[in-house]
T-cell receptor, first 112, second 117 residues
Framework: GDSVTQMEGPVTLSEEAFLTINCTYT??????LFWYVQYPGEGLQLLLK?????DKGSNKGFEATYRKETTSFHLEKGSVQVSDSAVYFC???????????FGAGTRLFVKA | GAVVSQHPSRVICKSGTSVKIECRSL??????MFWYRQFPKQSLMLMAT?????????EQGVEKDKFLINHASLTLSTLTVTSAHPEDSSFYIC?????????????FGQGTRLTVV
């Protein structure tokens, strides 16, 4: 079945450091790919998405490119802030199914 | 964008009682709603899928008599945790979707943190 694998955390960075969180997926067909963010004690917020190969999703300085050849959707940010500390989930949803499959989540700590 | 509202955001109940969690789509008609459970520091696990007017489809290992799901209208689904026990304490999140959103994205509620004492 469909699955998402993302790098284990926690990831600890200093403010203004470069962030990469790796995500790879296994799916039939042509899924849409998502990154969600969960701040402490809160629900999920959609951070960015890409619906087809080579699409780049971007939001709040975060970017991820849908790479079908490597089945990857790595999250990057050039300069993280303390306020970016949260748990980040990579996810996929297959056409017609609506069901969202989540990765295990990666906790990010950003130190001032 | 589409908004999904979940209520309550937090609830504390005594062992043996039942708790109902509501999930509403505020500005669209949700043909399908999903219920997830999140254990501390873990990912979201799908519990069940509900379609308006029909019985919910439960994932393997989820007790349907324990977690009652009702999707009586196109804007409301409810999850009732019956005879709750401390091991049911968790973060429960719903999501909703409909045709017209490209068949690719579901919208999530804010989540409900249930504590059973």
């Amino acid at each position: 079945g469909d699955s998402v694998t993302q790098m284990e955390g926690p990831v600890t960075l200093s403010e203004e450091a470069f962030l990469t969180i790796n995500c790879t997926y296994t799916a039939t067909g042509y899924p849409s790919l998502f990154w969600y963010v969960q701040y402490p004690g809160e629900g999920l917020q959609l951070l960015l998405k890409a619906t087809k190969a080579d699409d780049k999703g971007s939001n709040k300085g975060f970017e991820a490119t849908y790479r079908k050849e490597t089945t990857s959707f790595h999250l990057e940010k050039g300069s993280v802030q303390v306020s970016d500390s949260a748990v980040y989930f990579c996810a996929l949803s297959n056409t017609g199914g609506f069901k969202t499959i989540f990765g295990a989540g990666t906790r990010l700590f950003v130190k001032a | 964008g589409a908004v999904v509202s979940q209520h309550p955001s937090r609830v504390i109940c005594k062992s043996g009682t039942s708790v109902k969690i509501e999930c509403r789509s505020l500005d669209f008609q949700a043909t399908t709603m999903f219920w997830y459970r999140q254990f501390p520091k873990q990912s979201l696990m799908l519990m069940a899928t509900s379609n308006e007017g029909s019985k919910a489809t439960y994932e393997q290992g989820v007790e349907k008599d324990k977690f009652l799901i009702n999707h009586a209208s196109l804007t409301l689904s409810t999850l009732t945790v019956t005879s709750a026990h401390p091991e049911d304490s968790s973060f429960y999140i719903c999501s909703a979707t409909a045709t017209g959103f490209g068949n690719t994205e579901a919208f999530f509620g804010q989540g409900t943190r249930l504590t059973v004492v």
